[in-house]
């Protein structure tokens, strides 16, 4: 071997390990990606449906540019499903941004179990009882993917209405 294809062995070799270890820290970035439902609310109580809605904030702080697909959540009122949402549509959060994704769980009557009939009765049994969403979303970015990164928030139930009493009213 000569010099020439000595050097570009070593450079070779170099690169491979740089770019090894760039897409680890990224990927590690992507599993510390942190996120946040905002807004949960009730958005109306009415005679055919219920209808809650959702904004999941996504804050990227890698240095790629992140796809969201496939969000994939239920919710429970007092550990009892009420419905799920499949959102198939894909995201796009910029690197180091933050993106509001807006979600929307409607509940006709006839889908609702007897437990959120319940719940839905009376202003004062649904503000008693706590929301739950449980879930998974796909994440890619380049070359790394991580399929069914979960996600899970709590909130009683009397902070969705104090958000939006006057939807509940109408």
Do not use: C, H
Not at 57 to 62: K, M, W
Not at 119 to 146: E, P, R, T
């Amino acid at each position: 071997m000569n010099r020439a294809q000595i050097f570009a062995l070593v450079a070779l070799v170099g690169l491979s390990i740089g770019l090894y270890s760039y897409v680890q820290k990224q990927t590690k970035r992507l599993y510390m990606m942190d996120y946040e439902f905002e807004n949960v609310r009730v958005t109306g109580i009415g005679k055919e449906a219920v209808t809650l809605s959702f904004e999941l904030v996504l804050e990227n702080t890698s240095d790629l540019d992140v796809k969201i697909y496939n969000v994939d959540f239920k919710v429970l009122w007092n550990n009892t499903q009420v419905g799920k949402v499949n959102s198939r549509q894909a995201y796009i959060v910029p690197k180091r941004s933050t993106k509001v994704v807006p979600l929307t769980l409607t509940l006709s009557r006839n889908e609702m179990n007897e437990a959120i009939r319940d719940a839905f009765s009376s202003l004062q049994s649904f503000v008693s009882g706590v929301i739950k969403i449980q879930g998974s979303m796909d994440v890619g970015a380049d070359v790394i993917k991580i399929s069914n990164f979960p996600f899970d928030y709590e909130v009683p139930a009397s902070n969705l209405v104090g958000n939006s009493i006057q939807s509940v009213i109408q």
